[in-house]
């Protein structure tokens, strides 16, 4: 059982903590801090699997053209960029202000959870479209980036 201590008479107040917890219960500032949580962990899982998907491309090209390595490294970039987009997203809604209801939670929880998830499936997306890429771009005869 929780109590606030009233100082005018140096006696334990159950209701004060009551009337506090009422209108903006504990579990509000739990579904947003989640929410923060999926919209980092997701993006940061989505980067990490296309930093790596294109990274394997071009150690493949590396073998073929070692002089397009610097030039092919732009899918690697894009990746690592999906995992700031997550930290932005997380980071935007903290420190939480006064009056934290649980609608807010919600809805902070459910825009973490699509920009994470989102940030997910771009991760993937850029891995396989640069891994095909950087390989393709090896596999050229003529090629404009030499």
């Given at each position: 059982?929780?109590?606030v201590l ?92 006064e ?20 940030g ?13 890429g ?13």
């Open positions: 059982m929780c109590c009233n100082s005018e008479r140096s006696k334990f107040n159950l209701f004060a903590f009551s009337d506090i917890m009422e209108n903006n219960p504990v579990y509000g500032p739990f579904f947003g801090v989640m929410g923060a949580s999926a919209a980092m962990i997701f993006s940061a899982f989505g980067a990490a699997y296309g930093t790596a998907r294109s990274g394997v491309g071009i150690a493949h090209m590396a073998v073929m053209k070692p002089g397009l390595i610097m030039k092919c490294i732009i899918p690697v970039v894009m990746a690592g960029i999906i995992a700031i987009y997550g930290l932005y997203s997380s980071l935007d809604r903290w420190p939480p202000n009056g934290y209801t649980p609608f807010k939670g919600f809805m902070h929880f459910g825009a973490g959870l699509s920009v994470g998830l989102s997910l499936a771009a991760g993937f997306a850029i891995g396989v479209v640069g891994d095909a950087v390989r393709g771009t090896a596999s050229q005869r003529d090629s404009l980036l030499e």
